[in-house]
């Protein structure tokens, strides 16, 4: 059985203000949400689930440190990306500077999409990460809930990864335009010859 992460206001690692501490990057993904996005993967998780995809992202330890401004950069110059997608790790440990990212994403008119762990009761709760309801509040869609293995699923009828996970549509524009699926894996060759394989059966591999 999956055990919650003791919630904490902040994460265990203190970050730079106006800096995102992430895993990984792509442009132009179409497996993690709908349409064609930028997906960013944040580093640090206190779930450590049985089975996750991504274990190269607990540690809270500074991997990538990019500040809002330049992440935000990257993101609007490929006009290819009609959203970004945050992933992980844990999207809601960096709750603060990914709602300032976000809401530039959207005045630029990008949809915002996170995965979380946390449920969406857990994150409306008064013990939620620090800046967690502000992140909500820009959102379109949240993929919420933690990767229960036995209750996996690949299926090219489902948008998520394990049995107890849900889809919340905050933005009703998307609601005929979920088309992600859980069987879907893409593998993204980086200008360095490094290799990003990303999708739900696919695992982070940074390494090439």
Sequence with gaps: MNNPPTQTQTPPVEIPPGYLNIMGYVDESEVNGPGVRAVVWVQGCL????????????????????????????????????????????????????????????????SVMSFSGFTLKELQSETAPKGARDLLEQLDILVDGPYVESQAINSPESLVSSKNQRVRIFNPEFEDKLTWASDQMEIHILKDGSRIVTGFRGQMNLDG
């Design 47 to 110: 779930r450590e689930c049985p089975g996750c995809f991504n274990t190269a992202s607990w540690s809270f330890e500074p991997n990538q440190l990019i500040s809002i401004r330049e992440l935000g950069d990257r993101i609007l110059a490929n006009p290819r990306n009609e959203g970004v997608t945050f992933s992980g790790g844990e999207p809601f440990w960096q709750a603060p500077a990914l709602a300032e990212l976000a809401k530039r994403l959207k005045a630029d008119g990008l």
